[in-house]
Each structure stands twice: as structure tokens, then as C-alpha cells.
């Protein structure tokens, strides 16, 4: 597998804000969402990844797109993430 060269996680409380952030997200800016994962407690999110200025200007639109229908928990966006990461998303 290629290294990646960012990745971007936001975390919603509820699957719709989780919708509408990754589909605001992927039509933002040149990225790929890797998966998304139930975490507990309603607790939703999902992984991107793509160029670090397209991942940062995804995760900004799906932020603002999450928090606009729901309760955003969280995100963040790791430039050059280290490789053992790819074995813990499950594609």
C-alpha cells in the first residue's frame, strides 16, 4: 500500500451530522474516505484521505456541514500520518 500523505478524522454525535460532514467533505476538495466507524453512545465518524491542503479544506466544509444539522464532537487532521495506521481501518 502507497503511503499516505494525510488523513482527517471528524466524530459526530449522530449519523446524520456524520452524512452530511462526508459528503461535504468529499465534494470540498480532491479526497477519499477511507471508512467510517460506530464508536458508541451515538457517537459516529469517518476517516479521509488525500494532499494534506485537501484534507484540511475537506474536514473545514464537513465541520461546518456536521455542525449545521447536528452536534460535531470532534476532528482533526494528521499530515504524514506513520504507516502502522493503515492497520487499524478495516479496508
Avoid: C, Q
Avoid at 21 to 39: L, P
Amino acid at each position: 500500500m502507497p503511503t499516505i500523505k494525510s488523513i482527517g478524522v471528524l466524530e459526530t454525535d449522530g449519523f446524520v451530522g456524520l452524512i452530511e460532514g462526508a459528503d461535504a467533505a468529499v465534494k470540498a476538495a480532491n479526497v477519499n474516505v477511507i471508512e467510517w466507524r460506530k464508536i458508541g453512545h451515538g457517537y459516529v465518524s469517518f476517516v479521509i484521505e488525500g494532499e494534506v491542503a485537501a484534507v484540511r479544506s475537506a474536514i473545514e466544509a464537513g465541520r461546518t456541514a456536521a455542525a449545521s444539522v447536528g452536534n460535531l464532537i470532534s476532528e482533526i487532521v494528521i499530515p504524514r500520518p506513520v504507516d502502522e495506521l493503515k492497520t487499524t481501518w478495516k479496508k
